[in-house]
């Protein structure tokens, strides 16, 4: 999913430099005309067949428990089914499924989501900035035209599918998840850092190239981090609640990035990117320390 994302990168930035050269308006039209085609698409694609009824006389084994009855229901599964209906009766519900806010509050496992999409918070507002002001920083602080900034555009699609095809692959087979975790987001620290220095096109690319591999190394790692410390009943939930942060950071920092670029020039983005990635990098950092003095005692347990 992410290269077909990095191939949209590629050809769609392409086409609308070429086509802004021509006409700005045949650029709105085009994407108009792309969006109600998709959903379009979408909404004519079938719906998945329901699962599949197993039949009566199929026999299924159960650590030697599972005996099967004369209607074809096992012993095993009349037990789990009247533990179900009791529970139901007797009100008794594991809390999995009564909401984020009673996962925050009383799950074992809830101090961890709310680090977690803090983390998220605040690498949604640096990269917030980032994204929604690059066109006008472009523009203003680089003196770029509407094709070269789409040339551009296309280089991070191609960057963004060498990372999802060959980088995330080839690092996952080496290492560890946690192992990862800061030294990506320090890498895009330190691209976002770099950021603030760039002055031509020459010192953007790799900066563009840095910020574009460590960032979706980190955002991948993030939500698998979510989805292992979260409830598979909420899983959905609280994944949502984490692309919401995200749309909402998109919403403020237009406004921040434009107010930045306007007094300070286009150097104060980079800055202001990178102190929000400052406490992340602090969290991730003290989460390591504290998972190494954990592996310590464990040894000296042993």
């Known amino acids: ?27 709105v039209w085009v994407a108009l005309f792309a969006t109600i085609l998709n959903l379009l698409i979408l909404l004519s694609l079938p719906e998945p067949p329901p699962p599949a009824i197993l039949a009566d006389e199929k026999h299924k084994k159960d650590d030697g428990e599972n005996v099967v009855t004369q209607n074809g229901t096992s012993e095993m599964a009349q037990k789990r089914e009247k533990a179900t209906t009791d529970d139901k ?37 640096s990269s917030g900035t980032f994204e929604t002001s690059f066109a006008n920083y472009a523009s203003k602080h680089l003196g770029l035209d509407g094709q070269t900034l789409g040339l551009i555009l296309s280089f991070l699609g191609v960057i963004s599918v060498l990372n999802n095809v060959v980088i995330v692959r080839w690092l996952s087979n080496r290492f560890q998840d946690h192992q990862l975790i800061f030294p990506a987001i320090v890498g895009q620290a330190l691209s976002m850092l770099g950021w603030a220095y760039v002055y031509n096109i020459v010192t953007l690319l790799p900066v563009l190239a840095g910020l574009t591999v460590s960032g979706s190394i980190f955002q991948t790692l993030l939500s698998t981090e979510l989805s292992a410390v979260t409830p598979h009943a909420l899983v959905g939930t609280v994944l949502g609640v984490s692309y919401a942060i995200e749309t909402f950071a998109k919403i403020l920092t237009p406004f921040l990035g434009g107010y930045l670029l306007e007094q300070y020039g286009g150097h104060a983005l980079g800055f202001a990117a990178t102190c929000f990635l400052l ?23 042993k």
């Open 89 to 125: 009766v007797n009100g008794n519900k594991s809390g999995d499924d009564q909401g984020v806010w009673y996962l925050v509050r009383h799950s074992p496992k809830g101090g961890q989501v709310v680090v977690l999409l803090g983390r998220k918070v605040f690498v949604a507002m």
């Open 279 to 301: 406490p992340v990098c602090a969290n991730v950092a003290l989460a390591d320390f504290r998972r190494g003095v954990a592996k310590e005692e464990d040894k000296k347990i």
């Open 1 to 27: 999913m992410g290269s077909m994302f990095g191939l949209a990168f590629i050809i769609g930035p392409a086409l609308g430099g070429i086509m802004m050269g021509r006409d700005p308006w045949l650029t």
